[in-house]
């Protein structure tokens, strides 16, 4: 077996990435598309789709470069078509089947979120074990029971926004550029957690379901006062607070229901930082391990499917070049 290339193009990032058979990480290159966005304040779908059929051989081209490979050196080909907006996704289908016809590998297929849960996994394969993974991202929000690779059971889900949508309104109301979530982060680092006392919404409802939908209103009436001294700072950090309260309880409740004492957390609100000091701080306290998937392995990236496609390869999978986008597949 030698190398898995990997493509991403579930939404706004177009992805490649080549992984080895031990599941080391040869290249990953992400290309961004903030700016052609950013203006509209979200992802328009059609732009998104025309951005990724510009740049994604390019993409692919500097992931090899950057790998020191060449396409002959490629054991198979791997592609998120599970997941995502359905034109951004079929792009990197259509790449990818193109790619692995003409060099007569076979090609994998990957649900987005599986690749995100193994992002976690192939750092860490203690995580080969049954353990929770919280994936929070700006597309997708759930509480999995992982009882091995490829054997999930979704117990938690968000019932409307994601955390990552709330990160990037709340960054809309404070002024910030879309997607916001990093921007937010640091904002938050210089102001006082305490100074709204915003909701946690379904925090005590006994359920492992999330709704972040109802943090919007009254965080809005706060950042609109901004200009009668309100602080930014201090709207974002108190913001943040409330949404890492929920995430850390539903997380901590998740693993105590399924007696399990490993939890991973994956996507791109894993990057936050009061998140990753608070919920191993509160893990520890409960006797319960935390991994986070490494920052760049969080936000949406290519190396988690060529990781996944890697594994489901040693495990046996036969990859096919007959391969529809099918981008509300559940995990
Ligand atoms: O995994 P990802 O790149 O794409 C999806 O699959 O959705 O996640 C992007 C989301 C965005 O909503 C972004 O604002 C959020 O992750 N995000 C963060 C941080 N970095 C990215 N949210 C909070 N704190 C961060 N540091
Ligand atoms: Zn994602």
Redesign the pocket.
Known sequence: MGLVLGIET??D?TAAAVVDEDLRVRSSVVWGQKQTHEQFNGVVPELAARRHAEVILRVVKQALEEAGAKMSDLSAIAVNNQ??LIRSVVVGVAAARGLAYAQGVPLVPVH??EA?VFSAIMTNPALFEPHICLA?????NALIHVHSVGDYEVIGRTLDD????A??KV?SYLGLP?????????LARGGNPRAYDFPRPKLKDGSLNFSFSGLKTPVRMVAEKLQDGASAADVAASF?RA?VDVLVAKTLAAAEQCGLRQVSV??????????REELPRAGAKAGIVVTFAP?RL????AAMVAGLAQHKLREGAVGTLDLDATPNAPL
Do not use: M
């Not at 969080?298 to 990236?301: E, H, I, L, S, V």
């Open positions: 579930a939404c990032d997941h995502g987005h979120v995100h929070v991202a700006g597309g997708h994601s955390a990552g949508e990160f990037d960054g879309f997607p916001a979530g990093a921007q937010v982060d640091k943040e949404v994956v996507g791109g609100v894993a990057c936050n930082t009061l998140l920052p969080c936000t949406d990236n």
